[in-house]
Structures are given as C-alpha cells and as structure tokens.
C-alpha cells in the first residue's frame, strides 16, 4: 500500500508540476498578450468584465495547477525526510502499540528513489537497536517495522529456552587473528524477568493484547476457556540504549521452528554482509528473522523515531481514547 501511494504522489506531482510549468511560462503570458491586443484594438473601451474573461485561465487546468505547490511540498517531505506510519500489530510490544502514528526518518541510511528505493546518497547505515521500517524481503510491498539486531558479519544465537539473544560481533579491521565473527560475545545484558502490564487473548481468529485494568473490564464478556495469559518482560541492553521485551510464559518455539542458514546448527545465523537481522520485542509474537532470514540494506526505508499520535485500539476495531503518555521518542 505505502509503494503505491509513493508511486502515486510521485506521478501526480509529475503531472501538476509540467501543467503548473506550462501555466505559469505559457500559458499565462499567452493570455496576457491576447489581453493587450484585445485592449489595443478596441483603443481601451472594452469592458474589464470581458477582458478578464479573456485572460481566464480554463478551470481545470487552474485547478491542477495549483495543487502542484502542496504536493511538492508533501512529496519531498515524504519521499526524502520523513514518512508517516501506523503501527498494524502488537509484535514491537511493549514500546509501539496498536493505533501507534510513528514518523520515519527517510534519510537516517540513505537518501533513495521514492519508487524503487535505490540509494542515491548513502547518508549512514543502521546500528544495533535502532527501529526499523523495512520491506518484507519476501514480498516487498508490505513495510515490516522491527528492531536491529545484528549487523552484517556478526554471529546471532536465540535460545528459544531462555528467549535470549547472544551476538558474536563481526569482526574489526584493527583485530588481530580474526576470521569472519569474533570469538567474544557483546556484552548484552537482561534484567530479571517479571510480570508485566499487558494481557494476551487468544481467539479462534486474532490475538488481542489488553493492560491489565483493561481485562479487567472485558474478561466477562470473553467466551468461557478462552486462553490468556499475563505477558513476562524484562529489559534488555543492545546498543546505545536499553529497551523492553515481551515473552509468553511457556515455551513457544523449539530451533527446527526457525530459518535454517546453510552449514549452521538451527537457532544460529551469521548475516550476511550488506543484510541485517531484525527482531521484534514482542519475542513469541513476533515474525522475523528468526523465521524468514536476513534484511538487505536495499530494503531498508528508514529509521523510526517518534510517535506522534497514539490511539487506543485494537486490530480492525475504533479508536477509543488517545494515549498521551505513549507518545514522544521511541525507544
């Protein structure tokens, strides 16, 4: 959806911007020049009314013209600095959440062609932790939002047990005695696991994800045995900063769940250069890496930075509140 959109702002301003061109170098002055003519001949007597129909420019063409401005402005901002989007799924709970209105820095790695999202200008390359739009490798019409886990060169293990993360950084031109990774873990860190603040309800056809007070008011009118759980979480150190994670509390996945990388035990992934390995914080509810394989930097649409409208909601369903406190700088 977001590609066709680009595509079609991108013809539209085209289209406005050579009628705007040909009003404003054209055919303005044309009408002008028949105007003095017309004034000429008839020695200044001739109504204004009818000059000015002379000089009247046709209305469709004054009004497609004179859209061009707007959207040149929106397609620059757009296509070029930042770009809009809406938060579909809870699989980067619990630090963006459904009805969640992010704004992505379309240049953090790259200025790029708005329809084929070629780099033009390489501008900068993802770190670990950042939060990511990208395009589904698989099927890249869907935009995919997930967090930067490992970088080109390094060596990723899950342990699908402790729903840990271990990374074996890709090895530095000034190391010494180093083959593709290096043989030291990166010093991520995880605090203590503990009960968090959201509710997970399955159904037979969605999963829902409600805070604790809201399944309070709802669980009676949940269909009798219907599954839920209270949600674990505790934080985690990757790059720069620290974030939350989510995890159910039982074993979802075994490693055989897992994409298997040729020559690599399941549950162990060394990216390849020019790709990344993206993970969602909702770690059992999540569709990534772990499942499809690596991101290339092709992909790549920019960084997430801010939420700047956060609705209450559910997938499908009406806004019922504003969420202040979850809006500002995404983590």
């Known amino acids: 959806m977001a590609g066709s959109f680009a595509i079609i702002l991108t013809v539209a301003t085209f289209i406005t911007g050579i009628l705007w061109c040909l009003e404003r170098f054209k055919w303005a002055p044309a009408r002008q020049r028949k105007v003095e003519e017309v004034r000429k001949q008839t020695e200044g007597k001739i109504d204004g009314n009818v000059l000015a129909e002379v ?32 938060i579909p799924s809870g699989s980067m709970m619990p630090n963006l959440l459904v009805g969640d209105f992010i704004a992505v820095e379309k240049f953090a790695y790259g200025i790029k062609d708005p329809i084929t999202n070629t780099t033009l ?10 939060v990511v739009v990208f395009k589904y490798p698989r099927d890249t019409r869907i935009d995919f939002i997930k967090r930067v886990v490992g970088l080109p060169g390094d060596k990723i293990t899950y342990n699908a047990n402790t729903k840990q993360v271990t990374i074996y950084p890709a090895c530095q031109e000034d190391e010494v005695n180093c083959q593709t990774t290096s043989t030291t873990t990166l010093n991520l860190q995880y605090s203590p696991v503990v009960d968090s603040n959201w509710q997970q309800v399955f159904s037979e056809t969605s999963t829902n994800f409600y805070t604790l007070s809201q399944f309070e008011d709802i669980k009676g009118n949940l269909p009798r045995n219907t599954p839920n759980f209270n949600l674990k979480t505790r934080t985690e150190h990757l790059g720069e900063d620290e974030h939350a994670i989510l995890t159910l509390p039982m074993v979802i996945y075994q490693p055989r769940d897992f994409y298997k990388q040729a020559d ?35 992909n790549l649409v920019g960084r997430a930075t801010f939420i700047w409208l956060s609705l209450e909601k559910q997938p499908d369903e009406w806004p019922t509140g504003i969420r202040f406190s979850q809006m500002g700088r995404i983590k």
């Open 55 to 86: 000089g009247k420019p046709k209305n469709w063409v004054d009004s497609l013209a004179s859209l061009f401005p707007v959207l040149f402005v929106v397609f620059v901002i757009r296509s070029f600095i930042y770009e809009p989007f809406q």
């Open 121 to 130: 200008i390489p501008t900068g390359t993802p770190e670990r932790g950042d």
């Open 264 to 298: 690599l035990p399941s549950g162990e992934w060394i990216v390849p250069e020019g790709q990344y390995f993206m993970m969602g914080d909702n770690r059992d509810n999540s569709e990534d890496s772990r499942f499809w394989g690596f991101v290339p930097e092709k």
